[in-house]
């Protein structure tokens, strides 16, 4: 299921063999049940502003050729944030000999 505003750009969603639902925010209409579920967009919304804010935060520019693997990265991180990384993390450098500086800043 594909949900959307109601925007006109997506009507033709629901013609391309997509099961298309809609939320019209402007009659603050922001998430509604269905017989497929919640229909909101609220997920879409995020990803795109957690992308917005790694750009501006962390890249600062992104050339149009190598979208994709931002877009990539960023869905990566999206997809796995309900996951504790933080612990299988932790206890994969716990335990580990210390890199020198020299070999760290090492160009090759």
């Known amino acids: ?27 603050l209409e922001w998430i509604r049940p269905s017989q497929l579920g919640l229909v909101h967009t609220n997920s879409a919304e995020n990803f795109w502003s957690l992308f917005k804010r790694g750009l501006v935060g962390s890249f600062h520019k992104v050339s149009a050729k190598h979208l ?7 869905q990566y991180r999206f997809n796995g944030r309900d996951h504790d990384l933080f612990k299988p ?6 335990g580990r000999p210390k890199m020198p500086y020299r070999k760290l800043v090492a160009l090759g």
């Open 89 to 94: 993390v932790l206890a994969n450098l716990v």
């Open 68 to 74: 994709f693997r931002y877009l990539n990265e960023f």
């Open 1 to 27: 299921m594909i949900c959307s505003d109601e925007n006109p750009s997506y009507r033709s969603l629901g013609k391309e063999g997509f099961t298309h639902r809609t939320v019209n925010h402007i009659k």
